[in-house]
C-alpha cells in the first residue's frame, strides 16, 4: 500500500508504481469517478491478467487513461468536432469512445475498431500516465459496478492477492463516468454516470 497526496502527489511514490507498471504490473489507484486498476497498455500479458483478475472476456475490450488531449490524438482519430467536445470537458469523469489508430494493440480495440478514453481529473492518474511514457489500461476496482469499493482499504480487502501495489489516495464516493461515442457527428451517450450528459444534448 502507498500513501500519496492527492493534492499534491509525492514524485518519489508516484515513480515507485511506474516502475511496477513498467514490469508488468498491475497498480490499483483513485480517480475522479472511483478506485480503478490498470497496467501498461504495451504489455499484452499484463492485460490479459487484468482480464483473468475482473474475469472479463477478452473480446469486451478495456478502456485506457491518456494524460492529456494530446496524448489522446496519438491513439484516436479525432474529428474537429469531437476535438472540440473533448478540449472543453476534459481532464472530467467521461470515458469517451473513438475511432481508433493502429497504434492500439489489438486486445483494447472493440469489433468496432473504437477504443475507450479516459483523462481522469485526478493528479496521481496524469502523474502515473506521464511517468510511465504510455496509455494506461483502466478499469473499475471492483467485482461489479454494484459493489464499486470507496477506499483503498476495501479494495486491499477485495484484491491483495492479485495485484501488485494499491496507491491510496482518500476516499472517493464511486460512481462510474459517463460513456459518450464520439465516432458519429452528434454525440451519442452509451451510459449516464459522474460526468454531466446535458450538454451532450
Excluded: W
Excluded at 497504434?103 to 472493440?110: D, E, G, H, L, S
Amino acid at each position: 500500500m502507498l500513501y500519496i497526496n492527492p493534492q499534491n502527489p509525492q514524485p518519489r511514490l508516484i515513480q515507485q508504481a511506474v516502475e511496477i507498471l513498467k514490469r508488468g504490473g498491475i497498480v490499483c489507484y483513485p480517480t475522479d469517478t472511483m478506485y480503478g486498476m490498470g497496467c501498461d497498455m504495451f504489455n499484452q500479458k499484463a492485460v490479459k491478467h487484468l482480464h483473468q483478475i475482473k474475469n472479463r472476456p477478452k473480446k469486451k475490450p478495456f478502456s485506457f487513461m491518456c494524460c492529456d488531449l494530446k496524448n489522446v490524438s496519438t491513439y484516436c482519430h479525432l474529428s474537429n468536432n469531437a476535438y472540440k467536445i473533448m478540449k472543453k470537458n476534459l481532464p472530467g469523469a467521461y470515458t469517451f469512445v473513438l475511432p481508433t489508430m493502429k497504434i492500439v494493440p489489438k486486445i483494447m480495440i472493440t469489433n468496432q475498431k473504437t477504443v475507450g478514453i479516459r483523462v481522469p481529473d485526478n493528479r496521481i492518474c496524469e502523474m502515473l500516465v506521464e511517468g510511465l511514457g504510455n496509455p494506461i489500461v483502466t478499469t473499475s476496482a471492483a467485482k461489479s459496478d454494484e459493489d464499486s469499493p470507496c477506499s483503498a482499504y476495501e479494495v486491499e480487502l477485495l484484491f491483495k492477492n492479485q495485484v501488485d501495489e494499491i496507491i491510496d489516495g482518500g476516499d472517493i464516493v464511486p460512481e462510474p463516468s459517463s460513456v459518450v461515442s464520439l465516432i458519429h457527428a452528434t454525440p451519442e451517450i452509451i451510459r449516464e454516470g459522474k460526468g454531466d450528459i446535458s450538454i451532450f444534448y
